[in-house]
């Protein structure tokens, strides 16, 4: 069974934010697998109480094959919640989505065991699992060129119309590597 988490912050105050690209990325996840395949995939439903996170599963034939997560724990401590789904569930495939600031926006990158090196989301998820080789979609997000701010401060600042845009375009192209590398059906 695979799991796949797309890291994000919960409240709608960082809805469309670079920092939530992972989210914004299996919301794409499961609209593509709802109109290009003959998988039935739930809505996303609030689990929060049971693991901490917002769950979409993924089933074929009638048997669970998989499950979409957004954990709800805030992106530090996004770990929390993956552990919960590992311990209940014989996970055989973990992917993990997420922002990623040393690639320009516009850009990805899915590979194993690559990330950005001060991602505390990612770290948090690499401490619970124990782990670092795992398949990763790298978003990329980094797109302040002409702005003096730190990394910090930009992953929590809105996207614009036009950076949105081009987010969810680079989502479009990596679903279809992704789905490739993964070889998850």
């Known amino acids: 069974m695979f799991l796949v988490t797309g890291l994000g912050n919960p409240t709608k105050e960082y809805e469309f934010t670079p920092h939530n690209a992972g989210y914004i990325f ?3 996840l499961r609209e593509y697998l709802l109109g290009n395949s003959d ?11 049971l693991f901490l996170s917002d769950i979409c599963r993924v089933k074929k034939e009638g048997e669970l094959i998989g499950i979409l997560q957004k954990p709800l724990t805030y992106m530090n401590n996004s770990g929390s919640a993956v552990n919960l789904l590992t311990e209940k569930y014989p996970i055989n495939q973990y992917i993990l989505v997420h922002d990623d600031l040393d690639i320009p926006l516009g850009k990805y990158k899915v590979q194993r065991g690559r990330s950005p090196k001060d991602h505390k989301g990612v770290l948090s998820v690499e401490r619970v699992l ?10 990329g997000i980094d797109n302040r060129e002409e702005r003096d701010i730190d990394g910090e401060r930009y992953v929590l600042m809105p996207y614009n119309r036009e950076e949105l845009e081009v987010l969810k375009n680079t989502i479009i192209s990596s679903i279809s590597v992704f789905l490739t590398q993964a070889d998850m059906f």
């Open 26 to 28: 299996v919301d794409m």
């Open 39 to 49: 998988l039935d995939v739930s809505d996303w439903i609030n689990e929060k109480k």
């Open 130 to 139: 124990k782990e670092r080789d795992f398949l990763r979609v790298r978003l």
